[in-house]
């Protein structure tokens, strides 16, 4: 049974940092992508960032282009989302998503599997 299960989210002042993780079991996890999606309350979810099954490849949205920064550890089999700069605007419940495509794409319908959220506040 696939489980992925985020930690790191909480209050943060604008300008800060904070580091999500998200640790997955029940797949072979170098073998599948790894997305970062967020949404708040009445909006679709949107993609933030996307990693490849080996980590060399990845993408952003541009809304967090060169402030966020996606990484995977596959002897852990958990992926990251490191973020600094962080904004108002970036408030939201932040998921991780695994697709077995391993390409990395950026649409929620590519993904498979998902984990439960953690909420990231920005205080201004």
């Known amino acids: 049974q696939v489980q992925l299960v985020e930690s790191g989210g909480g209050l943060v002042q604008a300008g800060g940092s904070l580091r999500l993780s998200c640790a997955v079991s029940?797949?072979?996890?170098?073998?599948?992508?790894m997305g970062w999606f967020r949404q708040t309350p009445g909006k679709e979810r949107e993609f933030v960032a996307t990693i490849n099954r080996s980590g060399g490849r990845t993408d952003y949205a541009d809304s967090v282009k060169g402030r966020f920064t996606i990484s995977r550890d596959n002897a852990k089999n958990t992926v990251y989302l490191q973020m600094s700069g962080v904004k108002p605007e970036d408030t939201a419940v932040y998921y991780c998503?695994?697709?077995?495509?391993?390409?990395?794409?950026?649409?929620?319908?590519?993904?498979?599997?998902w984990g439960q959220g953690t909420q990231v506040t920005v205080s201004s």
């Open positions: 029940g797949v072979t996890f170098r073998t599948y992508a």
């Open positions: 998503a695994a697709d077995r495509n391993g390409v990395g794409r950026t649409t929620t319908q590519d993904y498979e599997s």
